[in-house]
Structures are given as C-alpha cells and as structure tokens.
C-alpha cells in the first residue's frame, strides 16, 4: 500500500537502448542472417554492432543498429585495405582484436547508405595487423547520398591513406 506506478504494463519492454552484438570467428565468418540492436520502439539509442572474421567476412544484410525515437547506433567493420564501390559483394575482413590480416575489402555502397538511410552510424578503420603487405588506405570509389531523417555520421579513419575518388 503507498506504493504506486504509473508505467502501463508491457510498455516498459517498448523503451531502451540497443546493447552489444559482437559476431565473430577464428577463421571465416559468413553471416547470412539479420543482426540487430535497436532502440526501442518508444525510446532509447541504437546499439553497437562488431562483425569479424580473422581471415574472413561475409555480412549479407545490413546490421540494424537504429533507433526510432533515439539516436543511431554504431557499426563497425575493420578491414585493411578497404574500397568503397557499387560492385559487390561485401567482403570485410578482420578479427576478433580488430587486428587485422591480408585480406582486401570491398563495401559496397549500397550496405553503407542503407545502414546511414536507417539511422545507423558507421565507422571504417584499417590497420595493418597481421602478416601482410597492405598499407591500410580506404578508397571511396563512388558517391554516397544518404536520406536518412535524422543526423547520422560516416568515419573513415586510415592507418595509411583516404583516397577520396568521387563525393
């Protein structure tokens, strides 16, 4: 008695952030399912999203870290070498320390706008980890255009070169 609560049952399940999505394998990781870590439907931020792949990595969907009512969450991927390009497929290697192997990387524009159009932030960084020849450069080969309703924020971070091609 004395006690009350003025939150209706259930919507309590509807608000909150997005927690942590950390997907991962010691040698080739092919992920061909939906990974998510969304805000609530009423509030909260998006979450943080890693994918890797010590030798490795093939993401077929777009990782949803979004939030209707909050601010997007993250997505990182941490290839060496990386070109952003219409062609595809994705191909984003990388491993579960973010240090990083041979492997080149391509993203295509289209996996990078549909995560920015949805909310979600992405981050790109290369490093030269592993036995490998690449520098770690980054190069944007064709124009991305986001539409995304609120503000959102693409970070190309090279341990080398940014090699900007087109806008």
């Known amino acids: 008695e004395g006690l009350r609560r003025d939150v209706h049952p259930g919507l309590d399940d509807l ?16 992920i061909y399912g939906r990974i998510a870590a969304r805000g609530g439907a009423l509030g909260g931020d998006g979450g943080n999203i890693e994918t890797s792949g010590k030798r490795f990595l093939d993401v077929s969907r777009v990782a949803d870290a979004s939030a209707p009512h909050g601010k997007g969450g993250l997505w990182l991927l941490d290839p060496n070498n990386v070109a952003i390009t219409t062609a595809g497929p994705d191909a984003t290697p990388g491993n579960p320390d973010f240090v990083t192997n041979a492997d080149s990387s391509t993203i295509t524009v289209a996996t990078i ?12 960084t290369t490093s030269t980890g592993g036995l490998n020849t690449q520098a770690g450069d980054i190069t944007l080969s064709n124009a991305i255009n986001s539409v995304s309703a609120t503000d959102v924020t693409l970070t190309l971070t090279a341990h080398n070169d940014i090699k900007l091609n087109a806008g």
């Open 15 to 30: 608000r909150g952030d997005g927690g942590l999505v950390v997907v991962w394998a010691d040698d080739s990781a092919r």
């Open 113 to 124: 706008k549909a995560a920015l159009d949805n909310g979600i932030n992405v981050t790109i």
